[in-house]
């Protein structure tokens, strides 16, 4: 049976759905999972079998399962279940979720910072906190998409600048003004790194407020784990660092730094603040012992770097376009949502696994599946992912990847 007859079902209790809504369903089974995917869900592959190497979630440092942190999450479970039901507003100064805040604030550098219940969260919440109508908001334009739900959500014009382009964005600034700057530190989708030093400085020159999504470096950068803000000495100059925590500390949670002066006013105006229940007793435990791994087994992030490095130096030997990847994320772009596809089935039947990433995830026709590197990879393992790019080159014809086309087009010009 074809995927999309699969789900051809009427609404809740058998009820039909409306013309206005169906219509909308209708066109997603239509056009998208029968037309251009041709009934196989992009998202849904094969299932991992043993010995897959598993290069599909972002727990980078592997400490999910560490004792230290399932222990600290048991034993406050056992002593405190799950707590009181309430909104973070009502979570007040002697409180576990108030003295780990301090503790993440001072791991940062930070004056103060605010736990939330989702990187979307602090990021939506963070962006209606400070933008507005009046208030334009430079966003790059691989910033994460929960960055650009916060601009639209405070209803604040958001202009995009070109990927890691600060010439591009200080020329946005000359025309519509100073405003609030977005970036990501790593960036989701490629692996790239943000050039935080040169927009600084010119949120600095401006007069504007500069935000950093630190959700992919946090944890992995830095020689405690500190994230890139901090370990180049910018956090003076960063008003905002958010972090999604269910990444290198493998927690379901995120962070904002601030000052100690904003954090009330957060708590009090940010929607997802007032209107979510806060965090539970044992994941504010298990983030408190989180903290304490990532800062001292700092040998988790000397072989999270080695393996991507030798998995990105392979790949690109093998004449893969990884777009400026200089981190953990390493993205092969095969651009169409079906030639990404066919990526996915060639990796999966050689048992290697990544993650599809298609829109609105990326832009049309930028689909790719993302191998994100994690520090408990072998040797074995990443011979093995090498080996398996390489045979599957011409199966996949990667030489007509619009990725492939693009990089050989800026290696002439390089070489011009």
């Known amino acids: 049976m074809a995927f999309s007859d699969a789900i051809a079902a009427p609404g809740a209790n058998g009820s039909s759905l409306p013309d206005f809504l169906s219509v909308r369903v209708d066109r997603y089974y239509r056009e998208r999972v029968h037309e251009t995917w041709g009934d196989r869900h992009i998202l849904r592959g094969r299932i991992p079998g043993p010995g897959a190497v598993l290069l599909n979630n972002n727990d980078y440092l592997c400490i999910a399962a560490h004792p230290r942190i399932i222990e600290a999450q048991t034993q406050e479970l056992a002593r405190s279940g799950n707590g009181l039901m309430m909104s973070g507003v009502f979570v007040h100064d002697n409180s576990p ?18 736990l939330c219940q989702s990187g979307y969260c602090a990021n939506t919440g963070l962006l209606q906190s400070i933008a507005g109508p009046d208030v334009p908001v430079y966003l790059d334009m691989l910033a994460h998409l929960s960055l650009w739900e916060g601009v639209q959500s405070a209803g604040a014009p958001g202009h995009a600048f070109r990927h890691n382009d600060a010439n591009h964005l200080e020329n946005l600034i000359r025309r519509h003004g100073p405003g609030v700057i977005v970036v990501d530190s790593v960036y989701s989708s490629n692996g790239s790194i943000c050039p935080l030093v040169d927009v600084a400085e010119i949120a600095t020159r401006h007069g504007c407020v500069l935000v950093v999504d630190e959700s992919h470096s946090l944890g992995t950068h830095g020689d405690h784990g500190e994230g890139l803000v901090a370990s180049l000495g910018l956090t003076e100059q960063v008003h905002f660092v ?4 269910a990444k290198a500390f493998a927690s379901r949670a995120g962070l904002i730094t601030c000052s100690a002066r904003f954090v009330d006013y957060f708590k009090c105006n940010a929607r997802p603040a007032v209107f979510s229940s806060t965090l539970l007793p044992h994941e504010i435990a298990g983030l408190g012992a989180a903290l304490e791994v990532v800062r001292s087994e700092g040998w988790r992030r000397e072989r999270l770097h080695t393996n ?24 092969l772009e095969a651009g169409p949502e079906p030639r990404t596809i066919q990526l996915r089935d060639a990796l999966e039947a050689r048992d290697v696994f990544g993650a599809v990433f298609c829109a609105p995830a990326t832009a049309n026709n930028r689909s790719m599946v993302r191998f994100t590197v994690n520090s408990s990879l072998t040797d074995a ?36």
């Open 308 to 331: 991507a490095a030798m998995l990105r130096a392979a790949l690109t030997g093998l004449g893969y376009n990884l777009e400026g990847s200089e981190s953990q994320i390493i993205a």
């Open 242 to 245: 958010t972090v999604s925590l």
């Open 381 to 416: 393992e990443l011979a093995h992912v090498v080996r398996v790019c390489d045979e599957i080159r011409a199966e996949v014809d990667m030489a007509s990847w619009p990725s492939t086309l693009r990089g050989q087009r800026a290696a002439r010009r390089l070489a011009a």
């Open 97 to 114: 979720l108030v003295a780990l805040e301090a503790r993440y604030a001072a791991f940062l550098g930070a004056e103060a910072a605010v």
